[in-house]
């Protein structure tokens, strides 16, 4: 069974930086796409950023520029850099593993708070 562990949440203020850090457990597919999702008060949760296993990377718009996702893979472990952070970044950052397409596991999440 896959266990995905957050953590580099926190508070910040406006135009601050914060890492996060999703490190992977279990027995892993090779093939498999990492990414980041966030969920605001009331809103759905929605894609932040995702890396492939071969490194290709996807960012939904209004991050593009400000985050940064890479990963490593002999730790299993992803990351997102976010900088220029704003207040509506503000939300519940999850970390999301998919393998070969099919299969789905979650991290239980890291709050990310910025304020003015």
């Known amino acids: 069974q896959v266990q995905l562990v957050e953590s580099g949440g926190g508070s910040v203020q406006v135009g601050g930086s914060l890492r996060l850090s999703c490190a992977a457990s279990?027995?892993?597919?090779?093939?498999?796409?990492m990414g980041w999702y966030r969920q605001a008060p009331g809103k759905q949760r929605g894609l932040v950023a995702q890396i492939t296993s071969d490194g290709r990377t996807t960012y939904a718009h209004s991050m593009k520029g400000r985050f940064t996702i890479s990963r490593d893979n002999s730790k299993s472990t992803v990351f997102l850099q976010m900088d220029s952070l704003k207040p509506e970044d503000t939300a519940v950052y999850y970390c999301?593993?998919?393998?070969?397409?099919?299969?789905?596991?979650w991290g239980q999440g890291t709050q990310v708070t910025v304020s003015s």
């Open positions: 279990g027995s892993i597919d090779s093939i498999n796409v």
């Open positions: 999301k593993l998919i393998e070969r397409g099919v299969y789905e596991s």
